[in-house]
């Protein structure tokens, strides 16, 4: 077992033979990921198929599928979602520490049959700052997926007390300026059918760009700029 730990965080990554955990002293917690049991594996089953709002809003219609670049993964519960859906997803994670959460996640799972038919779709990791990955694309590009999907992390959830321990531990480790504005104009730059923005249900749009439609469930808001290209 091979422990780091991380002086500014707090956090120490705990890298064990057959799983990767991020520990949290100051929440006495850890996270890891799990797509085939625990709160992931319930949503797949019961989170609503096609009729959730996600799904909506990436454009999900029976015998579309599209390819999905979920530009920020977290702890890849969205990306994992969609794929679930159909969707053959890319997801890049710029924190090296949650991209190793991920990897670790992605190679437990693929050791299970059940996990076949989501790998052969084609659901993988790029450790990266999206916007270099997409600045990058740009100049080469074959590569445009039909959706990006950007989950910045919003301002008050930080500040707020009532977040999830997971999320709280996503903010602790959030410590890089948030280059969301930017990512959602590359995004809208490099799309080939649209952007989707997730958002608390009240907040602001990002960069204060109008979406050209929006669908809302409880909590969350998700922009939705189609692409018109020539
Ligand atoms: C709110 S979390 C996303 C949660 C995710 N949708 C989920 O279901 O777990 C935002 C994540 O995006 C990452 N992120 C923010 N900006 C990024 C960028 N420019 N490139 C890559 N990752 C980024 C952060 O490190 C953080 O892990």
Do not use: W
Request: net charge neutral; hydrophobic share 40%; with cysteine.
């Amino acid at each position: 077992m091979l422990k780091k730990k991380s002086d500014q965080y707090d956090l120490h990554l705990i890298i064990h033979d057959d799983l990767v955990e991020l520990y949290d002293r100051k929440l006495n917690t850890s996270i890891s990921i799990d797509f085939l049991s625990g709160a992931l594996a319930h949503r797949h089953q019961f989170g609503g198929g096609r009729g959730q709002a996600i799904a909506k809003a990436i454009g999900l219609k029976s015998g579309s599928n599209p390819t999905v670049l979920d530009t920020t993964a977290g702890l890849a519960g969205d990306a994992f979602v969609l794929a679930t859906l159909g969707c053959t997803v890319t997801m890049i994670e710029r924190s090296t520490i949650l991209f190793m959460l991920i990897e670790d996640a992605l190679e437990r799972a693929s050791l299970n049959e059940a996990f076949e038919p989501i790998n052969k779709q084609g659901f993988t990791a790029i450790n990266r700052d999206a916007n270099d990955y997409i600045s990058e694309q740009l100049l080469t590009d074959n590569t445009a997926p039909d959706v990006i999907y950007i989950d910045p992390m919003y301002p008050d959830r930080k500040k707020s007390a009532l977040v999830k321990k997971d999320m709280q531990i996503l903010q602790r480790l959030h410590g890089e300026e948030d280059n969301a504005a930017e990512l959602l104009d590359n995004a809208l730059k490099f799309a080939k059918k649209r952007v989707v923005v997730k958002r608390p249900v009240n907040a602001e749009t990002l960069g204060e760009k109008k979406p050209n439609t929006c669908i809302k469930s409880k909590k969350t808001r998700y922009d939705i700029y189609t692409i018109e290209k020539m």
